[in-house]
């Protein structure tokens, strides 16, 4: 049936029942990532705040240690969501919406995780990076899944040399991001020596 009516208009009522035909996965992603965000980090904070009598709107700076780390979690959530979700639905819209949903469905699982662990033990950065670090490995999947379906769909590459050139796209970012890092990591010292000099 096509989405559009006889008038040549959208016709929402197809259009949304093929949309979660096709799309449910991301979809329940998406409404699980929003309740993990806005209701169970959000509500830790609250109940931080409440305990702490640290009202509104005081922020971090000179709060308890547990309230510091529900704010800080709640921070680093939404620093990584946007990126997850953005490369969730890209792989999804590319033709790969079961692959975009369970993986989706692991990194929730794992930011869960995450913000738990972070929010109930102090400093133990070995703890946090245990869930850190998959998180990152989930998204970069991502990467590399829609680079690869844009090589073999785009440019009618086979899915060896797609898998391949994708790869080697994936391969690339990552020298970019660390030649960033270095730069800026340089920049850092330079200036930590200049401000050295000057007192």
């Known amino acids: 049936m096509s989405i559009l009516a006889a008038t040549g208009h959208l016709n929402l009522d197809t259009f949304s029942a093929e949309f979660i035909k096709a799309f449910w996965a991301p979809t329940a992603v998406t409404v699980a990532w929003l309740i993990q965000y806005g209701m169970i980090d959000f509500i830790c904070i609250g109940a931080s705040r409440t305990y702490f009598k640290w009202g509104f709107p005081k922020g971090a700076e000179g709060a308890p240690e547990p309230l510091c780390r529900a704010m800080r979690v709640h921070m680093n959530q939404l620093e990584n969501s946007n990126h997850m979700l ?29 913000g738990f662990k972070y929010r109930m033990t102090q400093g133990n950065l070995k703890g946090i990076l245990q869930f850190t670090v998959p998180s990152y490995v989930i998204v970069q999947t991502f990467y590399f899944m829609i680079a690869q379906r844009i090589l073999k769909v785009a440019f009618n590459f086979d899915d060896f040399k797609s898998y391949i050139a994708a790869g080697g796209v994936v391969l690339t970012a990552y020298l970019l991001m660390l030649g960033t890092a270095m730069l800026q990591s340089k920049h850092c010292g330079v200036w930590d020596k200049s401000q050295k000099k000057e007192q």
């Open 86 to 114: 953005f490369t969730m639905w890209l792989c999804a819209l590319c033709g790969l919406p079961r692959f975009a949903g369970a993986f989706g469905a692991l990194w929730v699982a794992v930011r869960c995780m995450y």
